[in-house]
């Protein structure tokens, strides 16, 4: 494991001043990366995606709990040092670990060496969102996921209709699985400490779709009924479709409602129509 002193040490070998840019915090806590990998539930058959591991802190507790670790990194030095540092630290799960230098927004299955199973990251705040939703799109294979993100994004991911924080990311991340809280993350497990405290998220994706309509027109809807959070579904979808008040009629959803008050179920009964 990586304590405060040999996150540093690495840090200094490879000259790596964490940038905002890149939302690099790395975690130098052992209790928190057990915790992490607890929460995850992995089984030893899973291939487990990680996203952003930096100086390995969470790569190290993930490969004795599964059967390969599959660590996108976008920073060409951190992706030459992992390898090595996992070789260094516990050489009898080094071969479970395959690196892959790619920017996770980009990322296909092409790109990987097998098929992941599960994703469990630490990962940077400023794309968590557009990641998890990319990586599920592009990847069939992922059934589940834990991971760290900003614990105001944390809860958005995780809302139900009806609470405030509800929004684009708690139904688009409801269309592939089932979301919810899995605990809470203090700054001081991290170096730099960021200013706010992280949330982990767990999800598990839906055994079957939820329907077959186009993915891509049911997320229009979705944008469009939050881009003015005030406003009613009348008003919110007009620019969307002409015919907003037939279309609301058939799928059974009052017009007077909010995007909040909207399951995806709801969205999708729109979408159908």
């Known amino acids: 494991m990586l304590g405060p002193a040999e996150v540093r040490r690495l840090a200094a070998e490879l000259d790596i001043r964490p940038t905002k840019k890149l939302g690099q915090n790395f975690v130098h806590d052992p209790n928190t990366v057990r915790?992490?990998?607890?929460?995850?539930?992995?089984?030893q058959?899973?291939?487990?995606?990680?996203?952003?591991?930096?100086?390995?802190?969470?790569?190290?507790?993930?490969?004795?709990?599964?059967?390969?670790?599959?660590?996108v990194e976008i920073d060409p030095p951190l992706a030459e040092r992992l390898p090595q540092t996992v070789q260094e630290l516990d050489p009898e799960n080094a071969a479970k670990l395959h690196v892959v230098l790619k920017d996770a927004l980009k990322v296909t299955q092409e790109d990987l060496p097998a098929q992941p199973t599960a994703i469990?990251?630490?990962l940077p705040y400023n794309v968590?969102?557009?990641?998890?939703?990319?990586?599920?799109?592009?990847?069939?294979?992922?059934?589940?996921?834990?991971?760290?993100?900003?614990?105001?994004?944390?809860d958005r991911m995780a809302a139900k209709p009806g609470n405030k924080i509800y929004g684009v990311p708690s139904v688009k991340l409801a269309w592939y699985a089932d979301a919810r809280k899995?605990?809470?993350?203090?700054?001081?497990?991290?170096?730099?400490?960021?200013?706010?405290?992280?949330?982990?998220?767990?999800?598990?994706?839906?055994?079957?779709?939820?329907?077959?309509?186009?993915?891509?027109?049911?997320f229009q809807i979705v944008d469009a009924a939050f881009a003015q959070r005030r406003k009613t579904l009348r008003s919110a979808l007009k620019a969307w479709s002409p015919n907003v008040d037939e279309i609301l009629a058939k799928a059974g959803v009052d017009p007077q409602q909010r995007g909040e008050q909207l399951s995806v179920i709801d969205f999708i009964r729109i979408a159908e129509v």
Do not use: C, Y
């Not at 969102?129 to 069939?140: D, R, S, T």
């Not at 203090?186 to 960021?194: I, L, R, T, Y």
């Open 45 to 71: 058959d899973d291939v487990v995606l990680e996203v952003g591991p930096g100086l390995g802190s969470l790569t190290l507790a993930l490969l004795p709990s599964a059967a390969q670790v599959i660590a």
């Open 35 to 43: 915790k992490i990998v607890a929460a995850a539930d992995l089984a």
């Open 128 to 154: 968590a969102v557009p990641v998890v939703l990319h990586l599920l799109a592009e990847l069939p294979s992922l059934q589940k996921g834990l991971v760290m993100v900003q614990a105001e994004v944390a």
């Open 120 to 122: 469990v990251a630490n």
């Open 182 to 218: 899995a605990g809470s993350i203090g700054k001081n497990v991290f170096w730099p400490a960021p200013n706010v405290d992280s949330g982990l998220v767990s999800f598990r994706r839906h055994e079957n779709l939820l329907s077959t309509v186009d993915r891509k027109k049911l």
